[in-house]
């Protein structure tokens, strides 16, 4: 136990001069977290599996600045379905992991925070994929930041349903994904890869609690543009 509370004090002090110092964004700047172990007699990371949300809108118009993620302000909302999906007026957000529902991903995500190392965007919907994103996280102590994705697609990309971004943020119980606009009758999956995560349960096993992932190469990252 003495591990634990260890690194959850190393942890506390970080996330303080994080904020103090890069904006409330702890890899602020950085391209990707993942980790490069491998060869040499290491043991290579495991890949990284994303965590998959699903925001689907029936509206006949854009759904202006519609969040998903924020499990402390959301989880106990009054839209949620027998079903674990959130209703939020005419917008569905769902899991798109067989086997787990929406709310059970936010409880996850309050216990076991995570760094995202690829953020990856599909939806059938023409420019839906060109949406912004705006992080916005905050902490106890009131502090808060935000910041704005600009998706793009690469020119010699062939499809134009799919954006991959190559940005360091972390995900807890405070953060939200504000999408700018959800466009009338559009479906968008969100692919949240981490690069890594922190299960305090690991340390009982006398374990680290927190654990690397490594890139899962599932398409050359786009370069994105910074607002904020």
């Not at 040499?40 to 006949?60: E, L, R």
């Not at 957000?93 to 965007?121: A, K």
């Not at 692919?191 to 050359?220: Q, T």
Request: avoid cysteine.
């Amino acid at each position: 136990m003495s591990n634990i509370r260890k690194y959850l004090a190393d942890a506390r002090a970080t996330a303080n001069e994080n904020f103090s110092n890069a904006g409330g964004f702890a890899d602020d700047g950085a391209m990707n977290g993942f980790s490069a172990m491998n060869g040499g007699g290491m043991a290579s990371a495991p890949t990284s599996q994303p965590y998959i949300v699903t925001v689907t809108s029936t509206a006949v118009v854009a759904t202006v600045n519609f969040a998903v993620l924020g499990s402390y302000e959301f989880i106990n909302n009054a839209g949620f379905t027998a079903g674990g999906d959130l209703v939020i007026g005419l917008v569905t957000v769902s899991s798109g992991i067989s086997g787990i529902n929406y709310r059970e991903m936010l409880y996850q995500f309050m216990q076991n925070p995570f760094s995202v190392g690829l953020t990856y965007l599909q939806s059938a919907t023409a420019n839906q994929v060109l949406e912004t994103l705006a992080i916005n996280t905050r902490d106890a102590n009131g502090n808060e930041a935000q910041k704005t994705l600009v998706p793009t697609i690469d020119p010699y990309q062939q499809q134009s349903t799919i954006v991959a971004m190559r940005y360091g943020y972390r995900i807890d119980g405070f953060t939200k994904i504000i999408i700018s606009n959800v466009l009338a009758a559009a479906t968008v999956k969100l692919y949240f890869y981490p690069s890594d995560n922190i299960n305090l349960a690991r340390g009982l096993a006398g374990r680290p609690v927190s654990e690397a992932f490594g890139n899962p190469g599932i398409v050359k990252a786009q370069t994105i543009k910074l607002q904020g």
